[in-house]
């Protein structure tokens, strides 16, 4: 007769220890999302095209570009700095004002992305998944 009584404090146990196997793989699926979707090393971070580029900065005409493209969205990169700049190539007449509003979103976003990877709160998220492993 004993042995069909569960014991209500492993039955507790036991949820505990779901609740936090599925809290800690919400936090894995979060940073792994981060990760896998702005950071991929083989894409163009604008438009996802297969790139083979080195991370950490593209040298082209001596300059550092910060992201990594594809040779089209590279041209293009170095277009909207030369036109920011006062300079640009005229004959591109569809980098217009539209066009130029795009790519510093474009750019205002990945600086929204790069703070949130080095907020206090996704720092403390690493840290603890580090903790977790050790």
Known sequence: MADNIISIDKKLQLNKK?????????KIMAV??????THCASKCEKCGTQVS????????NRRIIPYRFCE???TE???YIDR???????Q?????????????TWIEY????????KSKEFVKLLDELRDDEA
């Open 18 to 26: 779901k609740k936090a196997a599925l809290e800690k793989r919400h």
């Open 32 to 37: 792994r999302k981060i990760f896998q979707c």
């Open 53 to 60: 580029s080195v991370p950490g900065g593209d040298h082209t």
């Open 72 to 74: 089209s969205c590279r």
């Open 77 to 79: 990169y170095i277009d």
């Open 84 to 90: 920011l700049q006062g300079r640009g190539d005229n």
């Open 92 to 104: 591109n007449y569809w980098h217009n004002e539209s066009w130029i509003t795009v790519w510093s």
């Open 110 to 117: 990945q600086n929204a992305i790069d703070q949130y990877l």
